[in-house]
């Protein structure tokens, strides 16, 4: 049973704490420009593959996305696990890719395995995405991008996932051979700022009885984090919670909408007339919306809105959706009298005995 004060566990430092691992990122980013891009043949490249497991999986969900709309490039996201069990598939013959690898701890078995099973196929460049130096998965890559400032005690990963992202983030711009903008540089300030601005309306939000159902909505590069925000809820809190596409949403699952629902919309500068009008429409079915929107909405659209900072494109400002979802999901957990740095079943690393496994 929770009994901590609301700011001593683990979970919550390490939330609002995360744009100072950005700041390091970004850093790293920058000092290994040079050797990143020396491992990137666009010419020759015909596809980029992302992979990750659980949380990492959402990331690399985003990531392709990321990086396809910075590049140009074709970029395809599986979990580690398809790219394991399922070569002739994922891996198919005759294509040149490169894979692009996503670990916090860089020692998940599905993901180290399937960097194997690249490795047996394709002679294309790895890159590892990880939080931890002195891991195999840095060891097997060709090169990495490091968020040393990311690590956590808590299980649920936070700051780890948004650091990475914003490692993502650098990893794309490197790629497709752009200076880091102003504004990708300053997300460390625009993420504090943020998380000091609507720390009270996560509280407000997660904290509160009367919602039962929550779902969370994103497309194009969004989609994957919408994911995860519902990860997150599920895993710290044991709420009720899924993720869709937009206009996914109207396609059957919007019949489990009830006055008990709360829906979180990411919304997006491409795709906004059409979000704001699935969000109009759950409205009238009697959901209450939490809006984290790239333009300030008039109070009559929506119950409540997190306005995110300007001048950002699509690509550049996916970190800063997160802090405020994170933190719902842990006032949640402390709702539900759980402890958020030590969910139900589960463990920071997953290691398992594939070979041994059996029916």
């Known amino acids: 049973m929770q009994t901590k004060a609301d700011n001593s566990y683990h979970t919550f430092q390490e939330i609002i704490n995360q744009p100072q691992a950005w700041q ?25 593959i992302f992979i990750g497991c659980g949380s990492t999986y959402y990331l690399a969900r985003t990531a392709a996305a990321i990086f396809q709309g910075m590049t140009g490039a074709l970029g ?34 599905e993901t180290l395995r ?12 790895v890159i590892g995405i990880t939080c931890y130096e002195d891991t195999t998965l840095v060891r097997m890559a060709s ?27 650098a990893l794309s711009t490197i790629l497709a051979d752009r ?12 993420g504090t700022a943020l998380i000091q601005e609507n720390l009270a309306l996560a509280k407000q939000l997660g904290g509160n009885p009367a919602f ?24 710290m809190s044991l709420s009720y919670s899924e993720a869709f596409q937009f206009l996914e949403f109207r396609h059957g699952p919007m019949s489990m909408v009830t006055q008990q629902t709360l829906i979180v919309g990411l919304l997006s500068e491409t795709a906004l007339p059409h979000e704001l009008a699935l969000l109009k429409d759950m409205r009238a079915l009697g959901a209450k919306v939490l809006a984290i929107t790239p333009v300030d909405l008039s109070a009559e659209r929506m119950d409540y809105q997190v306005v995110l900072p ?3 494109t699509d690509m550049e400002r996916g970190v800063l959706y997160l802090p405020v979802l994170q933190l719902m999901a842990y006032y949640r957990s402390l709702r539900n009298k759980l402890n958020p740095d030590r969910p139900t079943n589960l463990t920071a690393v997953v290691s398992l005995d594939i070979d041994r496994v059996s029916g």
């Open 114 to 125: 399937a960097m194997e099973q690249f490795r047996a196929r394709d002679s294309g460049p």
């Open 143 to 169: 090169i990495s991008l490091v968020a040393r400032e990311a690590h956590e005690q808590s299980v649920a990963q936070t700051r780890s996932f948004a650091s990475m992202l914003v490692a993502i983030q």
């Open 24 to 48: 390091a990122v970004l850093q790293e980013a920058s000092g290994r420009s040079s050797a990143v891009r020396s491992y990137w043949r666009p010419e020759e490249t015909q596809e980029v």
């Open 76 to 109: 395809k996201a599986h979990p580690a696990s398809d790219v394991l069990l399922f070569p002739d598939i994922t891996l198919s013959q005759g294509v040149s890719r490169m894979l692009v690898a996503i670990s916090r701890s860089g020692e998940t078995t």
């Open 179 to 190: 200076p880091m903008s102003e504004k990708l540089l300053e997300l460390p300030e625009l």
């Open 310 to 312: 300007k001048g950002l």
């Open 212 to 235: 039962e159902r929550f779902f969370f909505l994103g497309s194009g590069p969004f989609y994957g984090l919408a994911c995860e925000a519902m990860l997150k809820m599920k895993e």
